[in-house]
């Protein structure tokens, strides 16, 4: 079964083919700039030159039928005709408390997506357009939607709740969600297999650091806390998102300098974090260069990064009574021996030994940076939320031809 995976975004839609019978990839891209007159498609096939073609694409339903075009391409094409694809897998980033498992898409779960804008603005209606923009070029193809919060929705109540007036979430939902779920399930199975141990005897810290980033207590395979919340600014200190300040600050900012709630929205989302504390990216890549060059702006906040997340993976220990497995992934997680170093010697005292030579080995492998002895093990396990979505829409399908 051929399964395409698409994640759309208001301006960006990127895709995945996969072949299931081996869960190979027999092409991805992506669409930039919809909506302009000068889009970007990238395109890269299996065994084939790479293609990159600019040109107008004004909404999500050209770029699906361009990406379409480009997968039977004479030339580039990996398929003889689009009928080849079976299934659509969707990432969908909020599905509030209705969703707690990937679902085929109908009526209903749309009307339900819909009902989701208000808690996930910049992302569902986004997702919205990719599902409709599929349903108008393959109007009878079986689409699914996996959704980034679903994985947590097997927090406690004392976990997901913040401690504001309770009508609040009675009648708003406001309530903790998490995100990046797709990942941090993804890598616990695979920490898992890579210990040799049942996911129901382990207790892990998952770390999905990259430009957003959070990490999740996950117990027995289940999610028990996650460090985002009602959206993704809570929790860890991101690229441009500041993670968990205190909240009096949004009032006191605003009347000390004349900030709009969109302003002030926009500061805590796109203009703190890395970039705001260094003054010069929010690419950590960039921090950590300028870090060991000597600046101190870089070298504080990456202090602070470090910090902050090193607190939550205590503090998730403490969630859990112990700790078997930290776990980095995402682009600073898998590529940021310096962060991993960094966290890791902080961390002895709860049974972390670092091997320094594993650590800076420059792999893309799964693998432990800790030493043998080591009584709790920190790996590196690189994310794959694609397959996962993939996975899943594959599985339902089956099970729905199964039923029928
Ligand atoms: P992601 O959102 O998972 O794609 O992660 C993107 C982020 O990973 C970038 O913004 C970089 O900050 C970070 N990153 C990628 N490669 C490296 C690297 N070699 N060292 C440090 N950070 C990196």
């Given at each position: 079964m051929n399964i395409l995976v698409i994640n759309a975004g208001s301006s960006s839609l990127k895709f995945q083919l996969y072949d299931m019978t081996d869960e190979s990839v027999l092409a991805k891209g992506k669409v930039e700039r919809i909506g302009m007159e000068s889009a970007i498609l990238s395109y890269e096939p299996a065994g084939k030159p790479e293609v990159r073609e600019v040109r107008e694409i004004l909404e999500h339903t050209t770029a699906i039928r361009k990406v379409l075009d480009i997968l039977v391409h004479k030339e580039f094409g990996v398929l003889k005709s689009a009928s080849e694809i079976q299934a659509v897998g969707h990432r969908v980033v909020h599905g509030g408390e209705s969703f707690s498992s990937s679902v085929l898409i109908g009526d209903e779960v749309k009307r339900e997506i819909r009902r989701l804008f208000d808690l996930a603005p910049l992302h569902n209606p986004a997702h919205m357009l990719g599902i409709q923009a599929v349903e108008a070029n393959m109007p009878d193809i079986p689409q699914a939607v996996v959704f980034d919060t679903a994985f947590h929705q097997t927090m406690p109540p004392f976990a997901y709740l913040?401690?504001?007036?309770m009508v609040l979430y009675k009648k708003h939902k406001i309530r903790r969600y998490g995100f990046h779920g797709t990942s941090h399930a993804y890598v616990s199975e695979r920490a898992a297999a890579f210990l040799g141990k049942?996911?129901?005897?382990l207790k892990l810290v998952t770390c999905h650091i990259g430009n957003g980033a959070s990490c999740a207590a996950v117990m027995e395979g289940r999610s028990?806390?996650?460090?985002?919340?009602?959206?993704?600014?809570?929790?860890l200190m991101m690229g441009t998102r500041s993670g968990d300040?205190?909240?009096?600050?949004v009032p006191f900012a605003m009347s000390k300098e004349d900030l709009t709630l969109a302003e002030v929205n926009s500061m805590l989302?796109?203009?703190?974090?890395l970039l705001a504390i260094s003054g010069l990216s929010s690419d950590m890549r960039e921090i950590t260069e300028a870090r060991e060059a000597g600046d101190r702006n870089a070298a504080l906040a990456f202090d602070m990064y470090e910090y902050r997340l090193r607190k939550f993976i205590g503090s998730y220990a403490a969630a859990m009574n112990g700790i078997d497995a930290i776990v980095f992934t995402a682009g600073v997680g898998e590529n940021s021996a310096a962060l991993r170093a960094a966290v890791c010697r902080n961390l002895s005292f709860l049974g972390v030994k670092l091997d320094d030579a594993a650590n800076e080995a420059r792999s893309s492998e799964e693998r432990a940076i800790t030493t043998p002895d080591s009584p709790v093990a920190s790996l590196v396990i690189p994310t794959n939320e694609e397959l996962v979505i993939a996975r899943d829409t594959h599985q339902l399908i089956l099970n729905r031809d199964h039923v029928v």
């Open positions: 913040y401690p504001i007036p049942p996911l129901k005897e028990v806390d996650t460090s985002m919340g009602l959206t993704p600014l809570e929790g300040i205190d909240p009096a600050i989302n796109k203009h703190s974090g």
